[in-house]
């Protein structure tokens, strides 16, 4: 896998199919990419869909936190998965500045969502990014030189 972009570009794939089957993530991972070389960002992309499947519940309480006027089941299936893959992003992978993890976020709702999606998205992960940041501080997005908490 060439890219940390296509690894998520995988794991959207991934989770989108383990959404609509039912099938573990691990079936589904092993299906689409179970002959792919082994590499940093096929560990990458194995891991982001073990988190974002696994604490799904969690991710989508923040989820429903940040759209309180809208029922989770009107947010189409493919921005629920890119909000979960990048608030597991937020979560889990602290050498991922927030503000790439969201503009990856977006390019994936623009390319593989509606024409809405992207700005959909930006506005969930902007909020999210704001409250968790105040809760999550991680180095990269420290100032230079100041000590990591």
Not at 64 to 88: E, M, P, S, Y
Not at 117 to 142: C, M, Q, Y
Request: hydrophobic share 45%.
């Amino acid at each position: 896998m060439r890219s940390r972009r296509a690894a998520r570009e995988w794991a959207l794939r991934i989770l989108y199919a383990h959404e609509m089957s039912g099938d573990p993530v691990e079936q589904v991972f092993a299906d689409l990419l179970g002959s792919v070389p082994d590499d940093l960002n096929l560990r990458f992309c194995r891991e982001l869909c073990r988190r974002s499947a696994e604490r799904d519940g969690y991710i989508d309480g923040l989820i429903a936190k940040a759209v309180q006027k809208w029922d989770l089941n009107r947010i189409a299936v493919l921005d629920h998965v890119i909000l979960r893959v990048a608030i597991a992003e937020f979560l889990y992978f602290d050498d991922i500045p927030f503000k790439v993890t969201i503009n990856e976020a977006i390019e994936l709702a623009k390319r593989y969502s509606t024409s809405q999606s992207g700005r959909f998205v930006n506005g969930i992960l902007d909020a999210l990014s704001t409250e968790l940041h105040k809760k999550v501080k991680k180095p990269a997005d420290l100032p230079t030189g100041a000590p990591a908490p």
